[in-house]
């Protein structure tokens, strides 16, 4: 879990940094859109599911819509503002489904994978909070 997300800080880093032409209004619009239309493929793709399997799906969908439409902004207005926001997506995409995976379970085992899913994303805040930091003072 801790390597996916330094992993995934790490890429989106990488995204931005060879993003060196600005975004046009436009391109944003439409870019926003492909986004949208992505999330009603996916989505749709979980209708064919049931129970816990297609609220999984759907909070997959959902939170990879999100990250998108954060990274986008990013890639629109990069900012540290906007870089913060695309870590906190992830984070919170990554919670919302580890906590939604842990319904398939019961008792003890149900709570535990719960305390472990918040324990996961609690690290994962302090560590967007610990690589944030020093890209504030340095402004």
Known sequence: ???HLL???????CFVVTQASAMTQDEHKVAKEKIEAAYKVDKAKCDAMKDNAKDVCEKEA?????V?????EQQYKPS??????VEEEKVKATYDVAK???DDQKGDAKSACEKQAKADETKAKADIRAMMKP???TQ
């Open 68 to 72: 998108a439409k954060a990274e986008l």
């Open 1 to 3: 879990m801790k390597k």
């Open 100 to 102: 939604e995976k842990c």
């Open 80 to 85: 540290d503002s906007n870089a913060r926001k």
């Open 135 to 137: 890209a504030a003072k």
């Open 62 to 66: 959902k939170g990879k819509e999100n």
């Open 7 to 13: 992993m995934l800080a790490i890429a989106s880093s």
